[in-house]
């Protein structure tokens, strides 16, 4: 029996179903739930799986629009299901579906091995020739705030995959390389610290990188974290043609290490941890 709301208003909830085990292909199942104001889109999950359907399969973590889990299509725009609120987007029927341009893997949980690999792709970390300070590092390499702020807008992605499922390009070139792994590889061509550019455009710059974007802008729009990534990919394709050109103007790295003495860790501060990843 589920429990009645107050004050609430039924909203018909037409969810995607897919069951890989038991389905030929996906079907849309709906659902009535008593909403109130404040309510997000994950909250009427819940209640469907706690009070109508404990097959309802999605995935999600932080509930706080961090972890970047709970993406999906939400009336028909891709975005985050934890930070919707239902009452903001309908006041009678709401449809909820895996992220478009991603194989389903049941219901709400789209597959986005791809999409990690294609960051993986670009090597998304700092790449120097000094390869013995990266690897036993002595200090801090020094950066302005002037050097933070060229790439810090591109660090706040949080991996959620709606760029990718409002891609146009990729929704016709599976292979194209997309707008979350460019972004990342500009985030870290953009870097002072960092040397790697160059080896990233063997990915960013090949037939499926970023100059299969055509620029629709869908990436940006639905970002819910004010990323950008249409901007950063528009980036990536000047650097591209300027370093082509031989017209780049980045310089060698910083190499300032940034500590009392020779480089030493500064007082007070404990030492890194050990690595996780060899």
Avoid at 18 to 30: A, G, L
Avoid at 35 to 51: A, F, R
Wanted: hydrophobic share 30%; net charge positive.
């Amino acid at each position: 029996m589920t429990p009645s709301k107050e004050g609430a208003r039924d909203i018909r909830f037409h969810i995607t179903r897919y069951n890989p085990e038991s389905d030929s292909k996906p079907h849309v199942q709906t659902y009535t739930v008593p909403v109130t104001p404040g309510m997000t889109v994950l909250d009427g999950l819940h209640y469907i799986k706690s009070y109508l359907d404990a097959t309802l399969v999605w995935r999600y973590s932080c509930r706080m629009g961090i972890c970047g889990s709970c993406g999906m299509l939400i009336n028909g725009s891709a975005g985050l299901a934890c930070n919707t609120q239902i009452l903001h987007i309908t006041s009678t029927d709401l449809t909820v579906g895996p992220l478009p341009n991603f194989r389903i893997i049941r219901d709400l949980v789209p597959d986005l091995a791809p999409m990690f690999q294609k960051h993986h792709s670009v090597k998304p970390y700092i790449l120097r020739a000094d390869a013995s300070e990266i690897d036993d590092p002595a200090g801090e390499y020094y950066q302005s705030a002037e050097d933070l702020e060229a790439y810090l807008q591109f660090t706040y992605c949080i991996k959620c995959g709606c760029c990718m499922a409002a891609c146009p390009t990729l929704a016709t070139d599976k292979s194209y390389l997309g707008p979350m792994p460019a972004t990342a590889a500009e985030r870290y061509n953009r870097d002072s610290r960092d040397d790697g550019s160059r080896v990233r455009a063997l990915v960013t710059g090949d037939d499926h990188g970023a100059f299969r974007c055509h620029y629709a802008g869908e990436c940006s729009r639905v970002c819910p974290k004010g990323v950008d990534p249409g901007k950063a990919v528009q980036l990536l394709k000047r650097r591209l043609v300027l370093n082509y050109l031989h017209l780049g103007r980045k310089g060698q790295p910083c190499s300032k290490l940034h500590g009392p003495g020779s480089g030493k860790p500064m007082a007070g501060v404990g030492p890194a941890p050990k690595r996780t990843v060899e």
